[in-house]
Nanobody, 129 residues
Framework: QAQLVESGGGLVQAGGSLRLSCAAS????????MGWFRQAPGKEREFVAA????????YYAGSVKRRFTISTDNAKNTVYLQMNSLKPEDTAVYYC??????????????????????WGQGTQVTVSS
């Protein structure tokens, strides 16, 4: 059974930084894209960032562009989210997701949760003001 495991969340002051990691383990599967999403209390899950596994193309939500950076270590089957200049509105549970069907590239729009078929359990990020 393939699974994604996030780590690196925590409590940080506004203006600080955190780096989230998401490691794929278990049954080996082909990954075409990886994404990060977040969900704050009472809000819907929203897209944060995504990366195509082979070409390294990256995509960001406008609210995090120039503050967050998504990257991969293909040898470790791990995707990272470097978060700088954090704001209280970044507080949420952060989820990583994997697209093993190539839906994001084929149908377009890396920001739709439906493009991804494997999800991690989430890691809490809290930014205090």
């Amino acid at each position: 059974q393939a699974q994604l495991v996030e780590s690196g969340g925590g409590l940080v002051q506004a203006g600080g930084s955190l780096r989230l990691s998401c490691a794929a383990s278990g049954r080996t599967f082909n990954t075409y894209a990886m994404g990060w999403f977040r969900q704050a209390p009472g809000k819907e899950r929203e897209f944060v960032a995504a990366i195509s596994w082979s070409g390294g193309s990256t995509y960001y939500a406008g609210s995090v562009k120039r503050r967050f950076t998504i990257s991969t270590d293909n040898a470790k089957n791990t995707v990272y989210l470097q978060m700088n200049s954090l704001k209280p509105e970044d507080t949420a549970v952060y989820y990583c997701a994997a697209d093993t069907n190539n839906f994001a590239n084929f149908y377009g729009n890396y920001g739709l949760p439906s493009r991804y078929d494997y999800w991690g359990q989430g890691t809490q990020v809290t930014v205090s003001s």
